[in-house]
């Protein structure tokens, strides 16, 4: 077989992955759905913002909620930015940039979204104040309206307990832009309704995503094998391994980025505290630099003012004296060697999650890679790719 006729079988093996990821096994053809007429979204911050306009594209109202006027204005203008680079670039007309705002309402007022069909929290990553959010919602929500969360990776069941209605409720995991991202993850709770899982799964067709059912775990499918792929390329750090020979490792491969680039691009100080930060990682040492990312112009990468990165000799000295602080041993690594190290955890905690029943199928999981973390589309997906069919 070529490689030309080994390209085609993954492209045409991830096309079909990608609808077959809409069908659910187990589920019957007569279940119906509920209808969804009204939208309400919780939040209006990046992930809020992007998520009304999944809906608002396809002529859905959208109700958005948030605690202060000042953080509404804002969403809404960034939404409005969004349509309106859309209108420059010949792909909206001015007409439909303002129909579309037009569907989007704010409010300060969770009780507004009484008559919504669907409700999507997009909060921080905090189990109390989502649970906090689901019980008022419970108290607000009509009957019968679907209750989901955006969360990467807390536990949709503990979500749905803080409710009287968990069959209502499920994870509806979107990707950041939330507007451009085509992969989302419909996470089903242990005691969400069939009605309700398929009703999430063909509004994500409605709105142009490549719907994927996961089961309840820490990060899902996508955030759980990431996870795992991260933890290697903090590892071959310890070794001596350099940022940029990770990502290059990567890049190389097809990624757009690598886990180095992305951690700059997202900001190193995610979850860091000034305050109690005790150097003992080589990401709060470069915290404590002010080495946190592309928005200081430095992090794992020195950057220019027109964001160009160069490999920082800074770090590099700073992660052969972290090394050799630990007690480690700098080694030499090939490119074929760190990308081995790299994505041989990914295909065995894709394993695991098959054998759970967490994915469905190994082309789900190749879905999710391909349409939510850049795994290049000519592989066929990370499943595929490793011979797991």
Known sequence: MTGKDMNEGALAHIAAAERKAAEVEGLSADVPTRPIRSVGVIG????????SMNFANVG???????????????????IRANYERSAQRGKLSAEQ??????????????????????????????????????????????????????????????????????????????????????????????????????TAMEIGVKIGKVPVVSGVCDGFIGNRMLSTRQQAANQLLLEGAMPWEVDRALTDFGFPMGPFQMSDLAGLDI???????????????LCELDRRGQKTSAGFYDYGPDRSRTPSPIVEQMIRDFVAEKGGVVKEHTQAEILDRLL?????????????????????IDAVWVNGYGWPRATGGVMYWAGVR
């Open 44 to 51: 209006a911050g990046t992930m809020g913002g992007g998520i």
């Open 60 to 78: 859905i109202p959208v109700m958005i909620v948030e605690r202060e006027q000042a953080a509404l204005d804002r969403g809404l203008k960034v």
């Open 97 to 198: 940039v303002e129909q579309r705002m037009a569907l989007l309402t704010g409010s300060l007022d969770i009780g507004d979204l009484k008559d919504a069909d669907l409700i999507i929290e997009a909060i921080f990553e905090n189990m109390a104040i989502k649970k906090e959010t689901f019980a008022k919602l419970d108290g607000i929500a009509k009957p019968g309206a679907i209750l989901a969360s955006n969360t990467s990776y807390l536990n949709v069941d503990e979500i749905a307990s803080a409710t009287s209605r968990p069959q209502d409720v499920l994870g509806m995991h979107f990707f950041s832009p939330a507007n451009v991202m085509k992969l989302l993850e419909v996470v089903r709770g242990a005691k969400t309704a069939p009605d309700v899982l398929k």
């Open 271 to 285: 979850g860091w505290s000034k305050e109690t930060s005790k150097g003992e990682t080589l990401r709060d040492r």
């Open 344 to 364: 041989s955890p990914m295909v065995a905690e894709g394993r695991k999650i098959l054998a759970e029943g967490i994915a469905q199928r190994p082309g789900d």
